[in-house]
């Protein structure tokens, strides 16, 4: 037997004790989406503090993760504005972030927790910052760059390619006190 | 293509279930996790290329989930895995043995591991779904492999590249 069949094997016998059932009670805990722009072919320039962790299912409970202060923690974030969201980390204080999306035309449209969630969960984080062993790396849609040394420095910048299109994307900041992403097709921020 | 609810539920509710298990450790929470990721299906207007795309969306789903919610949760509820693996009608003794071993490594290699021998993912998918590069994947199935060949000796084989 393979160890592909033994592992089939073994989890195999991991069932749920009751077949799934979806109550119209708890379908109703979620808010219908509204529709998204269009982020794959927007500039997105976020401000604050980068959101470095994927806003992940846990975004619908209006909670996030972020690296913020040297680490990833928990966060409860809330809509203010249109395009402005504030967070309120594990030692309790509170913080904004936000930004608008530019289509194709220029136009600026508010970017929403609700597209930030969905960018995340359908194709991968538009714009990551995460540490893996020691080894920083910056993400864009889906295109990796390794940013180790930067860091330290307080500046990041990255020159990376989607769908043709050249990004310039800057972190300016440090572990401690968050970044300050920017993303754009003229060229790094100053 | 978007597929009907009636038959996405049975068809995937059992994977998705032990793909927030292995991250987890907990079924209740693995199975509140289950049924949140077919309510975010069930609400979301998104189309998929191919059904294989619609799988790898719900696994990542359920695996970022059961992150998010196990990560404070593992913290209150620690159980051993031996009570972990008590409830669970293994056919073999050696069913339940891969099980622990597997259950028994560290989260970065216990998910890729579990998603390339149960889930059949290539490593591309399982970086795509894990949101981290090829090469990280490599490294981590890797070190995976090198414990359960030490956990499981000869019941281990030398069979993947």
Redesign the interface.
Known sequence: MTNREKIHRAFDALQLAEPIQLEEKRMNRFMPKRSLVALCAAILVLGSLSIAYAADLGGFRETLTVWFGGKKQEASVQEIAPGVVEWTGEDGESHLVGGVAYDNDGNAQPVTMEEIIDSELSGGPVLDFFEDEGTVFLEFYENYVEVTDQVASGRIEAHLEHDGVPYYITFVGSRENGWHSTVSTEGFAP | MREP?ETL??RM??RL??AA??VCRD?QEA?NI???????Y?????EFESRDHLDA?LL??AI??A???C??FWRRNRQSLEEIADP?????R???G??LA?MGLKEKQRIP??LF??E?RSIQDIA?VL???EN?VKSRLRRGRME?KTILQE???D??P
């Open positions: 609810i539920v049975p509710q059992n279930y032990r298990f292995s079924r199975e289950t049924q949140d990721v077919f309510l975010l069930h609400h979301s207007a998104k969306w990542r789903a970022n989930r992150k998010d919610v990560r404070s669970i009608p293994f056919e073999t050696e069913d339940r891969v099980f597997v591991i579990y021998y149960y059949d795509r949101r981290l590069p990280t359960l019941d281990w084989r069979d993947e």
